[in-house]
Structure formats: structure tokens, C-alpha cells
């Protein structure tokens, strides 16, 4: 079952977590995104338990999912695009 028609889920998500909050877990760059709420609790988990791959499961399974989700509205952010840029491209012949 998918989203309702007027729901527009290419719309950016809320970001959970201010900028100083990460700086003050070091969260680096690179995983500063829409999941970055989710990964002070994993990485506490994670330093708690040794890094042990066992541990920390439902914190690392939410996070993945999270970064799943946003890859999937990107990709649908980016067919939205070329759809639009062909259908100019056909109406400008």
C-alpha cells in the first residue's frame, strides 16, 4: 500500500538534531544528514559494548532503515527530475 497521491514524499524530512548538538557528539560530516539523530544513541551502544556486532542490533537496524528511507526519496526526488527535463525536451520538438 503506498502513500496517498497528495502526500508529497520527496519533501525533505525534519532534522531531529541541531548542528551544535552533532558538533558536541562529533558526529563527522559525512553523517550529518536526516538519520544523524539516530546515531548518538548507536555509537553509545556501541562504545558501551565493546563494539561488539551482537550488541546494539535494533539501534543499527533503525539507523540503516532511516538511511534507506532517505536514499529511496532522493532516488524519487531525482525520476521526478528526469521525467520533467524528457517532457521539456519532447514539448521543445
Known sequence: ????SDV??????KMHIS???MQ???IPIAFRDYCAHLL?????CRRDNWYLPWHCEQERVTWTK?????Y???MKILEKRKRLEDEAAAAAL
Open 1 to 4: 500500500m503506498g502513500a496517498p
Open 8 to 13: 508529497d514524499t520527496t519533501a525533505p524530512p
Open 19 to 21: 548542528q551544535k548538538e
Open 24 to 26: 558536541k557528539e562529533k
Open 40 to 44: 548518538p544513541e548507536l555509537n553509545k
Open 66 to 70: 532511516c538511511q534507506y528511507d532517505d
Open 72 to 74: 529511496q526519496r532522493r
